[in-house]
């Protein structure tokens, strides 16, 4: 059995197969036709926690799941506890899970000391964890790589501080930021990391079809598999 409910915290999510964050394309009609289509969870493209603090309009209008089926996952960014945990009190008033996303390679969010520029300070990413628990009445879950660069590896590391700061689940796209998208999905480093932490860890990387996901299943022994690319065909 590969396909099952799975649980969240305290949310009862009907499958185990997600549709990635994707900025730029997860936008509300396309969630709105994967979760149509099946998948058990969606997320929001990501959004700055500094820009929700600040009010942004444009970036508020990211974060509008009015109307969808539920659940519906917001996924948020930033480097600042204090303005991570900011934002949160505003997300948590409507998302059904919060999502921090550590592990974005863009230049442009990299720069700023965001996404997964966080896996090369583990100190700093387990107090964002804490201080978005602290302030979310919603499970909180977070998104990472398996390190920054192949030299630092971190993924195993990484997990455990985020299980032990109050995060509900985990998910690994089992490449460095430094591969960005190419080479191999790291299966080996997914696998330890499920074996390391107790809570939901959901498998992500290069998954097509129904071959692909057989096998991050059978490898890794993940609780749930996440789709990204391959939605897009
Ligand atoms: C166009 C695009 C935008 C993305 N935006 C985000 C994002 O906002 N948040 C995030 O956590 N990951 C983002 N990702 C990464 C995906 O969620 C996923 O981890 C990655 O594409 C690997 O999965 P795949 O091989 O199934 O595509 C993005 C990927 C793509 C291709």
New binding site residues.
Partial sequence: MYIKEINIGNVCIKNNVFL???????DKPFRIICKDFGAGLV????ASSRAIFYNDSKTKKLLDIENEKKPVAV?I?GNNPEIMGEATKYVTTFADII?I??????PKVVKNGD?SKLLTNLDLLGKIVENVVANSTVPVTV?I?IGFEKENIVGVQAAKIIEQAGAEAI?V?G?TREQY?SGK?NLDEIARIKENVKIPVIG?????NKKDAKLMFDYTKVDGI???????R
């Fill in positions: 990635a964050p994707m900025a730029g394309v997860t997320y929001t493209e990501m996924q960014f999502d996303n550590m592990g974005c390679p863009a996404g998104k790589r998910t796209h490449r998208y999905v992500n990387g290069d998954i097509r996440m789709i990204g690319r391959a939605s897009l």
